[in-house]
């Protein structure tokens, strides 16, 4: 069964950065589809970032040109760099991993607070 951890998460004045790591058990990591997904207090759960195992990215439209998705198969890592921070930001963010069977496992999520 597949595992899934985030971490790097934490507080950062607006305008920061910060790298938000997601290990995923697994011997054919390379084969899973990756996600980000964030949810702020009293909203829905929504879509960051999202990378395939062909490496494809997409970004939702509030963050694109400010974080970038990335991911590292030999290390089973994929990672969410987060610049120009800004309040709005603030969410628990998750790690989802898709493997060929389609099924989806989620991490806990890491909590990222944007605030002077």
């Known amino acids: 069964q597949v595992q899934v951890v985030e971490s790097g998460g934490g507080l950062v004045q607006p305008g920061g950065s910060l790298r938000l790591s997601c290990v995923a058990s697994g011997s054919i990591f390379s084969r899973y589809h990756m996600g980000w997904y964030r949810q702020a207090p009293g909203k829905q759960r929504e879509l960051v970032a999202h990378?395939?195992?062909?490496?494809?990215?997409t970004y939702a439209g509030s963050v694109k040109g400010r974080f970038t998705i990335s991911r590292d198969n030999a290390n089973n890592t994929v990672y969410l760099q987060m610049n120009s921070l800004k309040p709005e930001d603030t969410a628990v963010y998750y790690c989802s991993a898709r493997d060929p069977t389609l099924v989806t496992t989620w991490g806990k999520g890491t909590l990222v607070t944007v605030s002077s």
């Open positions: 990378i395939t195992s062909f490496g494809t990215t």
